[in-house]
C-alpha cells in the first residue's frame, strides 16, 4: 500500500511539472496562482491523502500565489 501512495505522489510532482510548462503565456500573477494551487493541491494530498485535503490545498495554495504575485 505505502508503494501506491508513493507512485501516487510521485505521478502528482510529474503532472505540476508538466503543467508548468503551459505557464509560458501566462500573466506572473496568474502563473503564481497556477504554481500555488498545484502545490497546494500536491500538499494536501500527501498531508491529508483525501480529495477534500488535495481540493482545499489546491484552494489554500491557489490563494496564497495569487496574493504573492501583488
Known amino acids: ?4 501512495r508513493q ?5 502528482a510532482i510529474v503532472a505540476i511539472v508538466t503543467s508548468l510548462s503551459a505557464c509560458d503565456g ?5 502563473r503564481d496562482t497556477a504554481i500555488g494551487a498545484g502545490v497546494g493541491g500536491a ?13 482545499g490545498g ?3 495554495g491557489g490563494v496564497i500565489g495569487n496574493q504573492v504575485g501583488k
Open 1 to 4: 500500500m505505502k508503494s501506491i
Open 7 to 11: 507512485i501516487g505522489t510521485l505521478a
Open 26 to 30: 501566462m500573466s506572473p500573477r496568474t
Open 43 to 55: 500538499a494536501g494530498a500527501v498531508i491529508g491523502g483525501s480529495a477534500l485535503s488535495t481540493l
Open 58 to 60: 489546491a484552494a489554500v
